[in-house]
């Protein structure tokens, strides 16, 4: 029967999504393969290993090569991205250390926030210090933009990737674009 | 003490207001009392008034730390309603609500208990069950209740808007026509007045600062900042400090103390004629007989006794008003304050005798004592006089979380699904 | 000419720059700069409005944000009118239409005047004495009288069409206010290197220098300084300058909401800008900066239009270049008035006279008065005052009695002295202390991290308040770690230093009880009214201002608190810190409600939750509802049809054919860890460590207390591996729930929760087709009825695609849930329904869901649960494992009253008319016959036409319900008396073999 | 809105990534069935309610996910310190700088008013 199924198609949330403002440019990332990965200290080694990447273990850093980033979320929590899509969950699962890896590459989806105002932008539902001192580049944490949970991953001076759940990115775009509007103000 | 009437306010505009007598004085304590209660609000002052008036019981003191209706009695938002579901919960803020009607004439001063309807506003189906649920309870409990379709609602509440593309439209209300609100300061200075008449002695600025036992280890009175008073019955009427005040009496109670903030607008002319409450979107509304739009906010969510709370609550209980009253968005904040609310894990009170001999305690009234200030009291003096509860208040025990016989009213309410 | 009071030459607005406004619908000049104050004075208008209970005529009081009375409304069109706009501090721009208030038919003749007379009757509290009878008249006849009669200004009745946006921020030293001392308290900190937030409630920097035009810094002019150093602050990276912008509310650990006000001055703003916006403020240090506020005098008839503060008057003089009569008389207690009438008499104004409370002066103010040969009256005082719409004159007389002296004047300039502005410190939670040698409350303790300088802490020279904010500055940086490199150092020299001041009653207040000597003026309380609530026993300042009213108008007792105190601490005889003061709360002025809500409206209000197929099932003509956050496809009417005819075929379809229907909103967590079976068995009432890998449980989750708190499937994927199903409203709770146990009561277990509701797009399959409608569809998966029984899960492809596919049901039907990751669910969905359609099925929505697992007999927690049901109550004893010694719940299920007899149990009820559907909520009786209030024993919880039973069916919770299974009992209706039987709560398929088809 | 320092993220953040989950050291017995159910009321349904200082639990939920607890002074709303959860009480000694005055709060200013 095999040969009858025509594979399934994706459609993304946020398809095609642009906005924001001269000050603060607002896109939809691309797709990219997702885990999240549970551990104790313990078994940090041998999944860095198998990831190829450091697993951080520092509060609010991350790690990131050659489009692959993970990101300290918790003491034993991080977000892995792969931004070539790679299989994470086959990566990880050779570590042979006690571990926990879940895909989540559909429940997140990613806005990029870039321009002078970015920070700005941000902070218009962000209640976090975002300035450079304190949210260098690199750095990362869950949070909230005002009435959702996102994933904030400072990639430039000027730049954030927003993670959230896929249902909220309507939500967290549309208040970034009024925020971003007004950090061109 | 003089009555108040037109007449008299009239005789006194001709002389320049000089005849006025205090309406309460401020007595020193006696070394001894047949009752004290601790805590001067509308619920502990009521209790005092009808110990007073149904029990013959006058040797009443009446303590307070601060200054009399300082407590959450004058710090809500006033609203009155009786369209509670379980019949425990209907049985006493029906009595209240009863009360309430006649309250101004009883008391001899105008409390200004204004029956302008509360709607309950639904947003949704499961709403819908729940709110039914409600109204058909309250029918057969001899309670005013009606469910009413959007345009009914925005008939009886003209800034509501119903439009279908709201982020939560509105299916539907239930309004309790008897609802409203009342003056609260006045709930408060009514009954003083009223208990001072009868020989209530309030005492402002009167710590406790200790539960005296005897021997047996029933009570035998209190320490205050003005000395020790002997009382062999006593009565814990304070809002937000029961837990301290049960605690120096050794009795543990469950109860947690949370802020509650509320905020009045810049006054205006009329334009909201009753009261709205909505569950799904946290909010609720009157406007006051000044012009104010009187708002509730939701508690915060820490236990606190600071009488202060987050601006997120403000902001988030404005987003709820602005959503169903868009006309509001221009309106200002004038004021906000906040008070201490002592929650119960059933959401319901307790009015009860206590393990201790000659202890009483009302409490647990959550974010809504106030409508039950007169039924509260009166079945709480009911309680002290006869040592034992009015059927009415039978329900509301302390033991009912040991056994499990909880009045749920949060539950009821039950959570989306 | 904009205006024929102002004064060529005196001033800071620029003469070319003019403006046209309408007050009232009549046309006046204004110059760009004018607050709607000025420019009225500048066209000779004093009478503003009227005031809430006599109606009295009021003009301008004051040039700030403390104005009591000149309240207008402001209106750009339909949608956007303002009430109670203080005209001192609201901008005029072109074309603004200002109108105002309280006022019938017009503000020179108003009809509600008539109060004023009736004056007597009014006394404060007087409408607790009366309005009592006859009883129903209070809500019919004086309510409504009285509410008419209260409010101000006049609700918009639009919706809003500006916005509003939010930032939150963060600095090392936020300063509030930006006059002398915020300036230089903020040059100080920037200078170190800290973030520096500055913000002033004004449009330009400089507060009191707006007035105080003899100050000199560093040699150059006060004013000119405060806007050089303002914008020199604003070029440093590390400085934000914020004009327009109030500290409304100072909250715990220096959080500070700011309100800027961004076009509210323009004409025509761009649409792009909002029109306020709510800055939240974190700072490690707050400086705070606020100057001090002059009181009026209280004196017998001091509200005429045309009385106004001394400083006003000077800050329309030298500021706005207005003067605020050609005669002003001058009435005072403290030297700070002497300047103002020095300025208008060297702008070529007369003034009248200075009246002094005090018998003796300052001697420097004394001397210039001379010198400038303006007559002052020492030891005398103001008692009374003349003028209808406009103050025409004052009767002056010796203190402690004798003949007045009516003096003409056309303004009478004000001042008992200076408030310092303790709102923000007190809001800190500061407790303030009262300095009895300057009469006023300063700040005491302090609670957090800021200081207070300047006049709000009470220093009054000019030189000081420089030297304790450049040194606060440097300090409150050096705690973020900051220091100075160089000390830095300013010179200012202001003309006079002020002496005096009183609180309370003047000479001419009368100490009786008929004088109208006005404290509050907006809520009209004098000081007789605090006298009144005295005699009344009302002795704590809390009553005194509750029973009055006073401080509790829009200014909230800006003028007012410290004069309501001082009389009534007289009239006790106490000293006033015995009296105490009303607390200061939130907001410092009045916020826009847009502004605390910001972006949280319409779409932004609340996120709108939709699974990955919302657009093909709105293509499909789904109607939507609301579950919590989510829209769920509720049914699919097709043309002609309404929504029963809707449910009743996409019900029959699904048991005759099959049906496709979205799940994916269900709560979906992954249980990973070799303990996973182990922590289930602690959450869940049942038991999990038989369930094999593929196959699936139905669970119970309860809460400690013993209640059914959730339910779902969980199916186990591997040996340490389970994904868990919750309900659509408690996805979150439950994985909070879940955390709690696993974090803080079973660290040891090794096992991680991982959401993953929206991994998964969820579409469910069910009727006795499904299988024939998936299977083309499927590899790798045998869907045998043998190889894949009921309650069982495999991983697999589907349409090319990752799938974990369930068989399952929740229709009683032979049914799968296909799980595949979201983004490919469209397209899945789409494949399967392309089949679905070609075998006869069809999609259904949320309520035919509901009417099948109804026929079924399987509940729906918190419809057919409530919070106060155990799982036996719900017939679902079963799935408590007997055997376990723990689960979340155990003890508390053991409660005497959870194993009482005659609880509520989850039942059926058959109607006797089959084709009467009851409703949801209504209650049962078993007598049907008794009074008011009837003795109830249950509730109906879900109720609906069954359209494959061919009757009606409902399930409902009744006290001792399965002892009662074929009794008869009653739902008493409005209109009619129900009678139902008693049933099991299975209506379909009793025996359960289409679920194995 | 209170600002929080988390113990695992080490820094302070807004009580807007917060939820308070009650009090602290309340721990769980594992003979449930054993209890009494006056031991069960003391364990489930009563508590302390502390006027002053209180311990309880909070989760970093929208930060790093987890339970911690905290010391907090519930009339002040000042933290004193907060710690990983597991952690016995810290010593109340340490925890309440000598030096540091009682908070006046609004209530007692209110009571004041006399």
Redesign the interface.
């Known amino acids: 029967m095999a040969d009858l199924i025509e594979a399934a198609t994706r459609t993304l949330p946020l398809s095609g999504f642009h906005g924001g403002s001269a000050a603060a440019v607002l896109s939809v990332a691309t797709p990219a393969t997702r885990i999240s990965l549970r551990a104790k200290p313990d078994a940090v080694s041998a999944l860095s290993g198998a990831l190829g990447l450091s697993l951080p273990m520092k509060a609010k850093t991350s790690a990131s090569l050659n489009g692959r980033h993970a990101l300290w979320l918790g003491p034993d929590e991080w977000l892995v991205i792969d931004e070539n899509e790679a299989d994470l969950m086959a990566a990880v699962a050779v570590s042979n250390v006690l571990h926990s890896a879940t895909d989540i590459s559909h429940r997140n989806t990613a806005i990029l926030v870039e321009g002078r105002g970015a920070e700005v932008a941000v902070n218009g539902g962000c209640p976090q210090d975002l300035s450079l001192a304190v949210f260098p580049v690199g750095a990362c944490s869950r949070t909230v933009l005002a009435k959702a949970e996102i994933v904030l991953l400072r990639t430039a001076e000027d730049a954030f990737r927003v993670e959230c759940w896929r249902s909220f990115a309507p939500y967290v775009s549309g208040l970034l674009a009024e925020a971003a509007e007004d950090a061109g103000n | 003490m003089r009555k108040y009437s037109v007449f008299a306010v009239a005789r006194e505009a001709m002389r320049g207001h000089r005849g006025w007598e205090a309406q309460w004085t401020s007595p020193e304590p006696r070394k001894e009392y047949d009752v004290i209660i601790i805590g001067a609000g509308g619920h502990g002052l009521g209790t005092a008034y009808y110990l007073a008036k149904e029990h013959g019981i006058t040797n009443i003191a009446v303590l307070e730390k601060g200054w009399l209706g300082g407590g959450n009695t004058g710090r809500n938002t006033t609203i009155i309603r009786s369209n509670y579901l379980y019949d425990e919960s209907a049985g006493i803020y029906d009595h209240a609500l009863k009360l309430w009607d006649g309250l101004s004439q009883d008391l001899n001063y105008n409390v200004m208990y204004s029956a302008r309807g509360v709607m309950m506003l639904s947003h949704n189906i499961h709403d819908q069950q729940v709110f039914k649920r409600h109204i058909h309870a309250n029918r057969l409990n001899g309670i005013d209740n009606e469910w009413l379709t959007p345009e009914q609602a925005k008939e009886f509440c003209p800034p509501l808007d119903i439009s279908r593309t709201a982020r939560y439209p509105i299916n539907g209300a239930a309004l309790q026509r008897r609802g409203g609100t009342a003056r609260h300061d006045a709930v408060a200075w009514g009954y003083a007045r009223a208990a001072a008449d009868r020989g209530v002695h309030i005492i402002q600025n009167c710590e406790v600062t200790g539960i005296r036992r005897n021997p047996d280890g029933s009570v035998a009175g209190v320490d205050t900042n003005r000395g020790q008073i002997n009382a062999r019955k006593v009565g814990v009427v304070a809002a937000g400090h029961t837990s301290v005040l049960m605690e120096m009496a050794g009795v543990r109670m469950p109860l947690v103390s949370y802020p509650l903030q509320a905020l009045v607008s810049e006054p205006i002319k009329p334009i909201f004629p009753c009261v709205v409450m909505s569950n799904t979107v946290h909010a609720y509304i009157s406007q006051s007989d000044k012009g104010e739009l009187v708002i509730g906010a939701g508690t915060d969510q820490y236990s606190s006794y600071s009488q202060t709370g987050g601006l997120q609550i403000i902001t988030h209980t404005l987003d709820a008003i602005c959503e169903l009253f868009p006309i509001f968005r221009r309106m200002k904040m004038m004021r906000s304050w906040g008070g201490i609310v002592d929650v119960t894990p059933d959401r319901s009170p307790i009015l009860a005798k206590t393990p201790v001999q000659g202890l009483y305690v009302n409490c647990g009234w959550g974010t809504g004592g106030f409508k039950a200030t007169p039924g509260s009291a009166n079945v709480f003096a009911h309680t002290i006089a006869n040592d034992a509860p009015h059927k009415i208040n039978a329900p509301f025990t302390l033991e009912r979380f040991r056994s499990g016989r909880l009045i749920d009213e949060a539950a009821a309410a039950a959570v989306a699904h | 000419m904009s205006g024929a009071n102002r004064i060529p030459g005196a001033g800071r607005l620029t003469p070319a720059k003019t403006a046209r406004f309408f007050f009232d619908g009549k046309s006046y000049a204004a110059l760009e700069g004018d607050t709607v104050a000025s420019a009225l004075l500048a066209n000779g208008v004093h009478l503003v409005g009227r005031s809430f209970k006599y109606h009295r005529p009021r003009g301008i009081v004051s040039a700030g944000a403390e104005e009591p009375n000149a309240l207008i409304g402001v209106e750009r069109d339909a949608a956007r009118k303002q009430p109670n706009v203080r005209a001192t501090v609201q901008d005029v721009f072109d074309g603004m239409k200002v109108i105002s208030q309280n006022r019938w038919p017009s503000l020179s003749f108003d009809v509600g005047a008539v109060n004023n007379l009736l004056a007597p009757f009014f006394a404060a509290g007087f409408y607790y004495k009366t309005f009592m009878w006859p009883k129903q008249a209070w809500k019919h006849v004086y309510e409504p009288q009285i509410r008419a009669a209260a409010g101000l200004g006049v609700s918009p009745t639009e919706d809003d069409t500006d916005h509003y946006s939010s930032r939150y921020a963060h600095c090392d030293v936020l300063v509030i206010g930006a006059g002398v001392a915020g300036l230089s308290a903020a040059l100080a900190a920037a200078k170190t290197g800290a973030r520096v937030i500055i913000c002033d409630e004004q449009p330009e920097a400089g507060g009191a220098l707006h007035y105080d035009k003899s100050v000199t810094i560093d040699g150059q002019d006060g004013f000119t300084w405060a806007q050089a150093t303002a914008a020199n602050l604003a070029k440093m990276d590390n400085v934000t300058v914020l004009p327009r912008t109030t500290a409304f509310g100072y909250y715990a650990q220096n959080f500070v909401g700011l309100n800027e006000r961004v076009t509210e001055h323009l004409a025509k703003p761009d649409k792009k800008l909002p029109r306020e916006r709510l800055w939240q403020v974190r700072a490690k240090r707050v400086i705070i900066a606020t100057g001090a506020i002059e009181r009026h005098m209280v004196f017998a008839n001091n509200d005429r239009p045309g009385i106004m503060l001394a400083s006003a008057a000077r800050t329309f003089l030298n500021h706005f270049g207005v003067a605020v009569g050609k005669k002003v008389g001058v009435y005072t207690a403290n030297d700070s008035a002497y300047e103002a009438a020095f300025d208008l008499k060297r702008a070529g104004i007369t003034v009248a006279a200075i009246v002094d409370s005090r018998e003796k002066p300052g001697e420097a103010v004394l001397a210039e008065a001379r010198s400038l040969g303006i007559e002052v009256l020492a030891g005398h005082g103001v008692v009374d005052t003349g003028g209808k719409l406009r103050v025409s004159s004052m009767s002056v007389a010796r203190n402690g009695g004798g003949s007045a002296r009516k003096i003409a004047i056309d303004a009478l300039l004000v001042s008992a002295g200076w408030t310092p502005s303790v709102h923000m410190f007190s809001q800190s939670r500061g407790k303030v202390a009262y300095d009895n040698e300057t009469q006023r409350f300063l700040p005491g303790t302090y609670a957090q991290d800021c200081l207070s300088v300047g006049a709000c802490n009470g220093t009054n020279d000019l030189q000081a308040t420089i030297e304790e904010s450049l040194a606060a500055g440097e300090l409150m940086s050096n705690a973020s770690g900051f220091t100075a490199s160089e000390k830095l150092a300013l010179q200012g020299v202001n003309a006079f230093s002020w002496t005096g001041g009183m609180a309370g009653a003047a000479e001419g207040a009368g100490a009786d009880t008929t004088v109208k000597a006005f404290i509050d003026f907006q809520n009209d309380v004098c000081a007789k009214d605090i006298r009144l609530a005295v005699r009344e026993g009302m002795h704590s300042i809390e009553h005194i201002k509750r029973f009055t009213t006073n401080g509790m108008a829009t200014d909230q007792g800006k003028l007012s608190n410290i004069h309501g105190l001082a009389i009534a601490a007289e009239t006790l005889g106490r000293e006033i810190p015995k009296v105490g003061l009303t607390t200061f709360r939130a907001p410092y002025t009045p916020v826009t409600f847009g502004t605390l809500i910001n972006h949280s409206r319409g779409e932004l209000f609340d996120p709108t939750r939709k699974t990955p197929m919302h657009a093909l099932e709105e293509a499909q003509g789904a109607v939507f509802e609301d579950v919590g956050q989510w829209k769920r496809a509720w049914y699919y009417p097709r043309a002609g049809e309404d929504m029963h005819q809707a449910v009743n075929r996409e019900c029959k379809t699904v048991r005759d054919v099959a049906g496709i229907f979205d799940a994916s909103t269900l709560g979906k967590i992954e249980v990973v860890g070799p303990d996973a079976a182990e922590f289930l068995n602690l959450i869940y009432t049942n038991s999990w460590d038989t369930l094999k890998p593929g196959r699936c449980r139905y669970g119970i989750m309860l809460r400690e207390d013993g209640f059914v708190y959730d339910d779902g499937v969980v199916g186990r994927m591997a040996e340490d591996r389970f994904h868990v199903t919750t309900t659509t409203g408690g996805a979150a709770r439950v994985m909070n729930h879940m955390e709690d146990y696993l974090q803080t009561e079973f660290p040891h277990l090794n096992v991680w929760l991982t959401s993953a509701t929206e991994q998964w797009a969820v579409i469910a399959v069910q009727g006795p087709k499904a299988r024939e409608i998936i299977a083309p569809l499927v590899e790798g998966i045998d869907l045998s009825n043998e190889a894949f029984p009921h309650m069982s899960v495999r991983e697999g492809k589907i349409c090319g695609v990752p799938t974990r596919l369930f068989r399952m049901s929740f229709t009683g039907e032979t049914g799968f849930e296909v799980n595949v990751p979201a983004d490919f669910g469209p397209a899945v969905w789409a494949a399967i329904y392309e089949r679905a359609e070609a075998l006869g099925a069809c999609a259904y929505g949320t309520e035919t869901m509901h009417v099948l697992r109804a026929e079924k007999g399987y509940i729906i927690v918190g419809q057919d649960t409530d919070g106060t049901v155990t799982p036996d109550d719900a017939s679902l004893g079963w799935a408590v494992g007997k055997k376990k010694t723990d689960f979340v719940g155990i003890r508390g299920l053991r409660r005497p009253d959870l194993v009482a007899d005659g609880r509520k149990q989850l039942v059926g009820l058959l109607t006797k008319d089959p084709n009467v559907v009851l409703e949801e909520g209504a209650q049962i009786v078993a007598d049907p016959n008794q009074a008011l209030p009837m003795t109830m024993i249950g509730h109906v919880t879900s109720a609906y036409w069954s359209e494959n039973c061919g009757r009606s069916i409902a399930l409902a919770l009744v006290a001792g319900g399965k002892a009662k299974i074929g009794q008869t009992l009653y739902v008493p209706m409005p209109d009619k008396t129900i009678a139902v039987e008693v049933s099991d709560m299975v209506f379909f398929d009793k025996e359960g073999g289409r679920i194995n088809g | ?3 929080i320092y988390c113990p ?4 302070e ?5 917060f ?4 009090d602290a050291h309340i ?2 017995p ?1 003979n ?2 054993e ?1 009494t ?2 031991e ?3 364990f ?8 002053g200082l ?1 311990f ?2 909070w ?1 970093h ?7 911690f607890n905290a010391a ?1 002074d ?5 933290f004193l310190t907060t710690y990983k ?2 952690l016995p009480k810290p010593d109340l000694s340490t925890l309440r700088p000598a030096t540091e ?1 009682i ?12």
């Open positions: 809105m209170l600002l695992y993220c080490e820094e953040r807004s009580e807007l990534e939820r308070q989950a009650g721990a769980r594992t449930m069935t209890m159910d006056e069960f009321e003391a489930f349904f009563l508590r302390d309610n502390v006027k209180t309880e639990r989760r939920l929208n930060g790093c996910g987890r339970f907090r519930t009339v002040s709303d000042k959860a597991g005055a908070v006046e709060t609004y209530e007692a200013t209110e009571s004041d008013a006399k």
